[in-house]
């Protein structure tokens, strides 16, 4: 069959949200070593459960912790992501320096008439969290299906380039750490993460990711 040569936890939510999470990452890399040892597992994620012990203790375990921050503000988080709960992100960032660098951060840049991520103030506060925790990759990406709100408006690649450009002028991040997701990469980006998680929403998990690699 066909080798197996990524694993990706993403969902219809968030992954770590299942009150199993632990032990499914567990279950996964104990999987993985025995068919797939040259697999890589990654898990995205929105970070907002990232302070519970056993939760960040599970994200350290795998090869590719993908982990969300949209905006460098409480405001403009509760604006664009519309957390349900207590949210704060200097418990997060510091629960983040755990990690010691080892996670990719993953920002979406968007403007509306509420919010613009790349306003000065916001983005020199985003920069200053990539300096603080130094993430080994950063993933940034924008935009690209419609959306309720007609306000919202998407960046450019080259815009996108030009917001983190001082972080490599810096040395504080190398091209090589960068990844810039463009409107058509982004687009199967989300078809494939909907499908995945529609699909493991569903069903068994342990008999999911155990068929999966079987018939692989």
Known sequence: GVPVDSITFSGNGEPTM????????????RLRDKYFPQAKVSVLSNATLIGRKSV???????????????AASDEAVRKINKPVGHYCLDEIVDSLKAFEGNFVLQTMFLKSSEVDTTVPELLERWMD?????????????TIDRETPDKTLGKYTVEEMTAFVQPLIDEGVLTAGQLGI????????????????????????????????????
């Open 181 to 216: 997701i463009g409107s058509a990469l982004l687009f199967v980006y989300a078809v494939g993460k909907f499908m995945n998680g529609f699909i493991a929403d569903y069903c068994n998990i342990r008999r999911f990711m155990f068929t999966g690699l079987a018939i692989s």
């Open 129 to 141: 969290i990539v300096r603080l925790l130094k993430p080994r990759e950063i993933m940034v990406y």
């Open 56 to 70: 960040a203790e599970a994200l350290m375990k795998v090869d590719n912790p993908i982990l969300k921050i949209d």
């Open 18 to 29: 299942n009150p199993d999470f632990p032990q499914i990452i567990d279950t996964t890399l």
